[in-house]
C-alpha cells in the first residue's frame, strides 16, 4: 500500500508517508501507532523528537485478528475526535478498504472499495488510489 500511494508523489512534494511504528500523540494522555500515517505539506512542523504531535491528515490502520476490535472501535474515536481527515481500514483477507471522511467533526463513511475498484481521497488532494495492484499484484 506505501508503494502504490508514493507512485503519485515519489519526491514527497506535497506530504510524507510514515509507517509503523511511529507514535503519534492525540492528546496528553492518548498516543497510538497507525500502520501509516499521512502528513500534508502544511502538517509536517507536527513531526518532532521522532513523533507526531497531533492530528495527521490520514491514518490508515491493516486488520488483524489480534487488533480490529481495537482499530474498529477506539482508535477511530481517538482520530475523529482528535481531528483526522481519513481513517482507512485495509481488510487483507476480504480485499477491501474502508474509506471514513472527517465532516462537521464526525466521520462519515465515504465506501467500501474492492480489488477493482479506486477512490479519490480528499486527505491526499483529491489523488485516485487505485486497489488491483494493491489486491491482484500479479
Not at 467533526?105 to 472499495?113: E, I, L, M
Request: overall charge negative; glycine content about 8%; charged content about 25%.
Amino acid at each position: 500500500l506505501l508503494q502504490i500511494l508514493t507512485l503519485h508523489d515519489p519526491q514527497f512534494e506535497r506530504g510524507i508517508y510514515v509507517p509503523a511504528p511511529v507514535d503519534v500523540v492525540l492528546r496528553e494522555n492518548i498516543t497510538v501507532q497507525p500502520d501509516i500515517v499521512y502528513l500534508s505539506r502544511a502538517k509536517m512542523d507536527l513531526i518532532r523528537e521522532g513523533r507526531v504531535f497531533g492530528a495527521p491528515d490520514l491514518c490508515i490502520e491493516v486488520l488483524s485478528p489480534s487488533t480490529s476490535a481495537y482499530d474498529l472501535s477506539r482508535k477511530r474515536r481517538y482520530y475523529q475526535g482528535a481531528g483526522v481527515r481519513e481513517y482507512w481500514l485495509v481488510d487483507p483477507v476480504e480485499n477491501f478498504i474502508e474509506v471514513y471522511r472527517l465532516q462537521d467533526g464526525a466521520f462519515v463513511r465515504q465506501g467500501v472499495y474492492g480489488p477493482d475498484e479506486s477512490f479519490e481521497s480528499a486527505a491526499l488532494g483529491g489523488q485516485t488510489v487505485s486497489l488491483k495492484s494493491l489486491f491482484d499484484p500479479q
